[in-house]
């Protein structure tokens, strides 16, 4: 597969020295949105720190503006991670819209310019879980794709080793259907980037399929398919995630893709019974890099939870190396901090 390519000489992309480059480990650490258990989701602090922690990628969703430029955010939706609802000039874009099923109101990036979106400010999505968070509350705006990858470039020449993208095209069918297609415009900006290889620091992920076999054609950047436990893909291209996980289902997923980014829970259901998909999709040539790891007792697996307050955190760097143990490739995590750690001791463990 092209992965071992991508992890392992990924530093001519950034038109430097390969040999100025520390290349990436055989497990990789994703930044999931940055930080974002120790800052506000999506934003340039949030990856600055995962950087910082010593993470090989960092992770954001991408969607459009009116104005067809990606920038970061989980959702669409931004009512929740900025402070729109204080902004009375915009008070006529909240709306209610339907999107992948689901019917949401408030204010969203499609109906906003992104000289509009740079005057709001970000905000913590979860201050109950994550109260430490709201203290940078209004400090960072929504970055833009071109903001991340030169983050990215620039901490890696400095630092001397690997940084990478991971980015996530959200809702594509959606936004395929209002005239403001994701594949092209992210395809375009990797390729004005130099990565356009299969040797990029890049993957581009997606919980739809018909997307990633269309970004099959249009680059060599490694794909990853997103699966849940549970529902399937927003456009029906299989009638669920879990067909997908089948061995017939991941046969289909290597045509197209280098790997996939399965729940938790379906490498290790919640009572700690592990499931055969690490066997069946390295059977077939697939990676994978399961998302989430939280350290939070609301996310983590109950084996691994401390007292009863869900904001508390638990043991997540057992939890991590349980995975580990198991033999994913990589993983997402909000925490750095104790997955950079915990993938380091294990490597040191078993052999880099």
Same mark, same amino acid.
């Given at each position: 597969?092209?992965?071992?390519?991508?992890?392992?000489?990924?530093?001519?992309?950034?038109?430097?020295?390969?040999?100025?480059?520390?290349?990436?480990?055989?497990?990789?650490?994703?930044?999931?949105?940055?930080?974002?258990?120790?800052?506000?989701?999506?934003?340039?602090?949030?990856?600055?720190?995962?950087?910082?922690?010593?993470a090989?990628?960092?992770?954001?969703?991408?969607?459009?503006?009116?104005?067809?430029?990606?920038?970061?955010?989980?959702?669409n939706?931004?009512?929740?991670?900025?402070?729109?609802?204080?902004?009375?000039?915009?008070?006529?874009?909240?709306?209610?819209?339907?999107?992948?099923?689901?019917?949401?109101?408030?204010?969203?990036?499609?109906?906003?310019?992104?000289?509009?979106?740079?005057?709001?400010?970000?905000?913590?999505?979860?201050?109950?879980?994550?109260p430490?968070?709201?203290? %940078?509350?209004?400090? #960072? !705006?929504?970055?833009? @794709?071109?903001? =991340?990858? &030169?983050? /990215?470039?620039?901490?890696?020449?400095? +630092?001397?080793?690997?940084?990478?993208?991971?980015p996530?095209?959200?809702?594509?069918?959606?936004f395929?259907?209002?005239?403001?297609?994701?594949?092209?415009?992210?395809?375009?900006?990797?390729?004005?980037?130099?990565?356009?290889?299969?040797?990029?620091?890049?993957?581009?992920?997606?919980?739809?399929?018909?997307?990633?076999?269309?970004?099959?054609?249009?680059?060599?950047?490694?794909?990853?398919q997103?699966?849940?436990?549970?529902?399937?893909?927003?456009?029906?291209?299989?009638?669920? %995630?879990?067909?997908? #996980? !089948?061995?017939?289902? @991941?046969?289909? =997923?290597? &045509?197209? /893709?280098?790997?996939?980014?399965?729940? +938790?829970?379906?490498?290790?259901?919640?009572?700690?019974?592990p499931?055969t998909?690490?066997?069946?999709?390295?059977?077939?040539?697939?990676?994978?890099?399961?998302?989430?790891?939280?350290?939070?007792?609301?996310?983590?697996?109950?084996?691994?939870?401390?007292?009863?307050?869900?904001?508390?955190?638990?043991?997540?760097?057992?939890?991590?190396?349980?995975?580990?143990?198991?033999?994913?490739?990589?993983?997402?995590?909000?925490?750095?901090?104790?997955?950079v750690?915990?993938?380091d001791?294990?490597?040191?463990?078993?052999?880099?």
């Amino acid at each position: 597969m092209l992965l071992a390519a991508a992890l392992l000489a990924p530093a001519t992309a950034f038109g430097q020295d390969r040999t100025m480059q520390k290349p990436m480990p055989r497990i990789v650490v994703i930044g999931h949105r940055g930080a974002s258990g120790e800052r506000p989701e999506h934003t340039l602090l949030s990856y600055q720190r995962a950087i910082d922690l010593g993470a090989d990628f960092i992770e954001p969703d991408l969607v459009p503006t009116k104005d067809g430029e990606l920038v970061a955010r989980h959702e669409n939706a931004i009512t929740d991670t900025t402070d729109v609802a204080a902004h009375p000039e915009f008070a006529d874009r909240k709306t209610t819209k339907t999107i992948d099923g689901q019917t949401i109101t408030g204010w969203f990036t499609e109906d906003f310019t992104l000289a509009e979106l740079k005057t709001l400010r970000a905000k913590e999505r979860l201050p109950k879980l994550r109260p430490g968070n709201t203290a %940078y509350d209004g400090q #960072a !705006t929504i970055p833009t @794709l071109d903001e =991340i990858i &030169a983050l /990215a470039k620039k901490e890696s020449a400095r +630092l001397h080793r690997v940084i990478g993208i991971y980015p996530e095209t959200k809702h594509p069918s959606y936004f395929a259907s209002i005239g403001l297609p994701l594949e092209g415009r992210l395809v375009a900006k990797l390729k004005a980037a130099g990565w356009d290889r299969a040797d990029a620091p890049v993957f581009i992920q997606s919980f739809e399929v018909n997307n990633l076999k269309q970004l099959h054609a249009m680059t060599k950047v490694p794909l990853i398919q997103l699966m849940a436990g549970s529902q399937g893909p927003a456009d029906h291209a299989y009638a669920s %995630y879990r067909e997908m #996980a !089948t061995p017939e289902g @991941l046969k289909a =997923i290597a &045509a197209y /893709a280098t790997g996939i980014g399965p729940e +938790l829970t379906q490498i290790i259901a919640t009572d700690g019974t592990p499931s055969t998909l690490v066997a069946d999709a390295h059977a077939v040539g697939l990676k994978l890099h399961p998302w989430t790891f939280r350290a939070e007792n609301y996310f983590l697996m109950p084996a691994y939870r401390t007292g009863t307050d869900p904001a508390t955190h638990g043991r997540l760097a057992e939890e991590i190396d349980t995975f580990l143990k198991a033999g994913i490739d990589g993983f997402f995590t909000d925490f750095p901090s104790i997955g950079v750690p915990a993938r380091d001791s294990f490597l040191k463990t078993n052999g880099n």
